[in-house]
């Protein structure tokens, strides 16, 4: 029986399906195809609203969904916390309330709070609003639709026409350095384990704890690796997923310095040759570049997917936007 898509909001990957992972490549797929047309634009979301609640900065995220909810011919409202009533006081759901209001639909959102799209969706469902969150990155929790663009970018890599799940079987990916602040990584532990990749986290122990043990849940085809040195994560590698430092969410002093980070856990053209020929370099960006990445790397588009990276947001997230946007049309 065909897979019905159900899911309102999406909050995080901790408890997707694979046939959720599969539907959304698949209508990334076709939308990546509307994105090659000279017409890039389909009236899929005509008359909805999505408003963009980002309390803490973003350039990739914010743009492309705003680009991708105009790409569905939405109309589309952005929040500035800056210029905005917060600075009088307002209190985020209120601000959120306001814009349910003006006829809201689609909320996406990011805060510097872990939890704050899922109580926003909580209130949403208790007030039967029938308004979708979507997560754009809370605190270090989870960042879905990143990890869901890295998934969609792999894919195509290793099959340009059938960008499927199942192609990541086996492949061994290494995501190194901020682990421990990272909700990219978090949502990408999620998602290549579903696809049933070897995912091996690498960094120094003050930024991979040991309790990321207890991501491998058992419950998905993949594995879960930890180390405590690059070599071994690189070591025969398919891929590897750099991380910025967040200095932002550092709270002690937790490198002896950017210098000798670099040195240890650093990815250049060198360390890049333990890993298999043709492995390639993912960043979610933004990037410090010379610090866990070399500049040269970075720019070298033979290793570097960052600017496909980018590229697939804008499909992944109009993938999104649609599959939630249906359910409204569907309701209403
Ligand atoms: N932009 C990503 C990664 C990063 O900032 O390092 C995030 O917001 O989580
Ligand atoms: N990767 C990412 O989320 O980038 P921004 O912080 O620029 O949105």
Redesign the pocket.
């Known amino acids: 029986m065909a897979f019905t898509w159900t899911r309102n909001h999406i909050l995080g990957l901790a408890d997707w399906q694979g046939e959720e992972y599969r539907t959304l490549l698949q209508t990334a797929s076709s939308f990546r195809e509307v994105l090659s047309r000279r017409t890039k634009k389909v009236p899929a979301l005509q008359g909805q609203v999505v408003t963009n609640l980002f309390f803490e900065?973003?350039?990739?995220?914010?743009s492309s969904f705003e680009l991708a909810a105009k790409r569905l011919s939405a109309d589309v409202l952005n929040f500035a916390p800056g210029s905005s009533s917060l600075t009088k006081g307002e209190t985020i759901l209120d601000t959120a309330l306001t814009y349910v209001a003006m006829g809201t639909d689609i909320f996406v959102i990011r805060h510097e709070r872990a939890g704050v799209p899922d109580t926003i969706a909580a209130e949403m469902d208790r007030l039967e609003s029938g308004v979708s969150i979507l997560n754009?990155?809370d605190g270090q929790h989870e960042?879905p639709s990143?990890a869901l663009l890295d998934l969609f970018t792999l894919c195509c890599l290793l099959d340009d026409e059938h960008p499927r799940l199942e192609l990541l079987e086996g492949k061994k990916i290494a995501i190194v350095g901020d682990i421990l602040h990272s909700r990219?990584a978090r949502s990408n532990i999620w998602s290549l384990t579903a696809a049933g990749a070897e995912v091996h986290l690498a960094g120094p122990p003050t930024l991979l704890p040991k309790y990321f043990e207890a991501f491998d849940r058992g419950d998905r085809p993949g594995k879960l690796f930890l180390h405590w040195e690059l070599e071994p994560a690189l070591e025969k590698a398919d891929f590897v997923m750099t991380l910025r430092l967040q200095k932002e969410r550092m709270t002690a002093n937790l490198l002896p310095s950017l210098r000798e980070y670099h040195q240890r856990f650093g990815i250049t053209r060198q360390r890049l040759k333990m890993c298999n020929s043709g492995a390639r370099v993912l960043h979610?960006?933004?990037v410090n570049r010379g610090v866990e990445i070399s500049s040269d790397l970075m720019d070298d588009p033979r290793f570097s997917l960052i600017s496909q990276q980018v590229t697939s947001g804008v499909a992944v997230r109009m993938a999104l936007l649609y599959l939630i946007g249906n359910l409204k049309q569907e309701a209403g």
């Open positions: 900065p973003s350039t990739r995220t914010r754009a990155g960042h990143q990219v979610p960006g933004p």
